[in-house]
Nanobody, 118 residues
């Protein structure tokens, strides 16, 4: 079992920056992939950025070159540095962890609001 707790987020102006952090607890050594998904108002949840335990990253096209995902495998922390924020980045951001040997394999945080004003 893995528990995820997000922090950071809030309100930013267009062009500004915010940092999200997520701390995992429980069986963190079994986590393969961590990252962030986001859900804008009235829309589906989609991938923002993920990172594997080996440091391989995957970004949504809309955030590439603006967002940077990083991870501390020992501490079980994943962060998302968001730069040059746009109003369309407004969403609830969910921390995600995939632990292939756990049951269940997928874990989600409670979500944290990010609002970007124009």
């Amino acid at each position: 079992q893995v528990q995820l707790v997000e922090s950071g987020g809030g309100l930013a102006n267009e062009g500004g920056s915010l940092t999200l952090s997520c701390a995992a607890s429980g069986n963190i050594l079994g986590i393969l992939t961590m990252g962030w998904y986001r859900q804008p108002p009235g829309k589906q949840r989609t991938l923002a950025a993920t990172i594997t335990s080996l440091g391989h990253t995957n970004y949504a096209r809309s955030v590439k070159d603006r967002f940077t995902v990083s991870r501390d495998n020992v501490k079980g922390i994943v962060s998302l540095q968001m730069n040059n924020l746009k109003p369309e980045d407004t969403a609830v951001y969910y921390c995600y962890a995939y632990s292939p040997r756990s049951d269940p394999r997928d874990y989600w945080g409670q979500g944290i609001q990010v609002t970007v004003s124009s």
